[in-house]
């Protein structure tokens, strides 16, 4: 009789226990749903220090709270301010490339983190951690064909970028007086050097995005004015046979943008004819 009594008492303290911790993991989700409630409304008001506070608390209180982690990022965030190169507000975007970053630990497909890290990363000037972020994605066989495609197309257009820089400048890029554009080798030897790794580089990497998806209309487009840069370097060799080659590539590169933007707008009209209230 008393074994019995013993085992019901047991029980019964162990069902006191689990509903008294049960009871305090809601207490501590309830209260930090009122301090992600505090955050946001800081944070209309525009104090976003004590908003980053309510936050973060919310996610000491409840660390397996989703939402808490993108509030604290997209706070940081707003405190940035582009363009202002003082060290401390430099590093206020820094704190926020790792906020969003401890997003993407627990939620990889949050696209907002990913694409807010690259922003903040261009925003500072950061270009090598850029590009290793942006090849990071185009690397990653776990992303869709789609999101690497997106990733390489983007790379292909920083090395756009790269050559397109040297070779508008006057002293390359030189015009005639009937007004034909001719292209000349830049003065430093490295600046050649730069143009063509950019654009042998950037030219692999769109290929790779379109074979990746061969509907991204940015991959495309990029590899078109790569195709006119490689045209460029081929005149700086006096190379006229190339340079027409590459130029008759980018026409049909161009084509194929073109038409893919023909597309995208016609879809876009489509949508919001969808949406517009009918007469």
Same mark, same amino acid.
């Not at 939620?107 to 270009?127: C, G, H, I, Q, W």
């Given at each position: 009789?008393?074994?019995?009594? /013993?085992?019901?008492?047991?029980?019964?303290?162990?069902?006191?226990?689990?509903?008294?911790?049960?009871?305090?993991?809601?207490?501590?989700?309830?209260?930090?749903?009122?301090? =992600?409630?505090?955050?946001?409304?800081?944070?209309?008001?525009?104090?976003?220090?004590?908003?980053?506070?309510?936050?973060?608390?919310?996610?000491?209180?409840?660390?397996?709270?989703?939402?808490?982690?993108?509030?604290?990022?997209?706070?940081?965030?707003?405190?940035?301010?582009?363009?202002?190169?003082?060290?401390?507000?430099?590093?206020?975007?820094?704190?926020?490339?790792?906020?969003?970053?401890?997003? =993407?630990?627990?939620?990889?497909?949050?696209?907002?983190?990913?694409?807010?890290? /690259?922003?903040?990363?261009?925003?500072?000037? +950061?270009?090598?951690?850029?590009?290793?972020?942006?090849?990071? %994605?185009?690397?990653? /066989?776990?992303?869709? +064909?789609?999101?690497?495609?997106?990733?390489?197309?983007?790379?292909?257009?920083? +090395?756009?970028?790269?050559?397109?820089?040297?070779?508008?400048?006057?002293?390359?890029?030189?015009?005639?007086?009937?007004?034909?554009?001719?292209?000349?080798?830049?003065?430093?030897?490295?600046?050649?050097?730069?143009?063509?790794?950019?654009?042998?580089?950037?030219?692999?990497?769109?290929?790779?995005?379109?074979?990746?998806?061969?509907?991204?209309?940015?991959?495309?487009?990029?590899?078109?004015?790569?195709?006119?840069?490689?045209?460029?370097?081929?005149?700086?060799?006096?190379?006229?046979?190339?340079?027409?080659?590459?130029?008759?590539?980018?026409?049909?590169?161009?084509? %194929?943008?073109?038409?893919?933007?023909?597309?995208?707008?016609?879809?876009?009209?489509?949508?919001?004819?969808?949406?517009?209230?009918?007469?």
């Amino acid at each position: 009789m008393r074994s019995s009594q /013993s085992r019901i008492c047991g029980i019964a303290i162990l069902v006191l226990l689990v509903s008294g911790g049960a009871g305090c993991t809601l207490i501590s989700k309830v209260r930090a749903k009122n301090e =992600l409630n505090e955050a946001a409304k800081a944070y209309k008001e525009g104090h976003f220090e004590q908003a980053e506070q309510h936050a973060k608390r919310a996610l000491d209180l409840d660390p397996t709270n989703k939402t808490a982690p993108i509030f604290i990022a997209r706070i940081v965030h707003q405190q940035y301010k582009p363009g202002v190169d003082q060290p401390d507000n430099v590093q206020k975007a820094r704190d926020a490339i790792e906020a969003y970053k401890r997003v =993407l630990e627990t939620d990889p497909e949050n696209d907002e983190a990913f694409k807010a890290v /690259s922003v903040l990363y261009s925003a500072v000037k +950061d270009e090598e951690n850029l590009r290793a972020w942006i090849t990071k %994605r185009a690397t990653d /066989s776990t992303k869709t +064909d789609a999101k690497r495609a997106e990733a390489y197309a983007i790379l292909a257009g920083k +090395d756009w970028d790269c050559s397109f820089k040297i070779t508008e400048q006057p002293e390359v890029k030189v015009t005639a007086a009937e007004g034909k554009v001719n292209y000349q080798k830049p003065q430093a030897p490295k600046d050649f050097e730069m143009i063509q790794r950019c654009v042998t580089r950037g030219l692999e990497e769109a290929e790779t995005a379109i074979k990746f998806d061969s509907n991204n209309e940015s991959a495309w487009a990029y590899k078109t004015n790569l195709l006119i840069e490689a045209a460029k370097i081929a005149k700086m060799n006096n190379d006229a046979n190339n340079a027409a080659q590459y130029e008759r590539q980018a026409q049909v590169a161009q084509q %194929r943008a073109t038409a893919l933007a023909n597309e995208r707008r016609k879809k876009e009209e489509a949508a919001e004819a969808a949406q517009s209230p009918t007469p």
